[in-house]
């Protein structure tokens, strides 16, 4: 069992950065694959990027060159740095782990404006 907690939303304006954090419990955070996922208004939710136990990435394409995510096992922290934002950035930003079972945070706010 792992939970999971983001910070670090905000209202940025396009062109901004803002940098996500996930703190997750427990002492097997290493094992999990960790992602962040974020849902707009009347959207589906969808991959922004994905970081495998071994740390090998990957983004969805409108993401890649603009947002890095990392993780920090010693602190049991995944992060999404995200620059040059732009207003279809806003959304719902959520923290996802995996191990036998998905996980989820409660979500994180992000608001571009234009």
């Known amino acids: 069992q792992v939970q999971l907690v983001e910070s670090g939303g905000g209202l940025v304006q396009a062109g901004g950065s803002l940098r996500l954090s996930c703190a997750a419990s427990?002492?097997?955070?290493?094992?999990?694959?960790m992602a962040w996922y974020r849902q707009a208004p009347g959207k589906q939710r969808e991959l922004v990027a994905s970081?495998?136990?071994?740390?090998?990435?990957n983004y969805a394409d409108s993401m890649k060159g603009r947002f890095t995510i990392s993780r920090d096992n010693a602190k049991n922290t995944v992060y999404l740095q995200m620059n040059s934002l732009k207003p279809e950035d806003t959304a719902v930003y959520f923290c996802?782990?995996?191990?036998?079972?998905?996980?989820w945070g409660q979500g994180t706010q992000v608001t571009v404006s234009s």
């Open positions: 996802n782990a995996y191990y036998h079972r998905d996980y």
């Open positions: 427990g002492r097997t955070f290493s094992r999990y694959a």
């Open positions: 970081i495998s136990t071994v740390g090998s990435t």
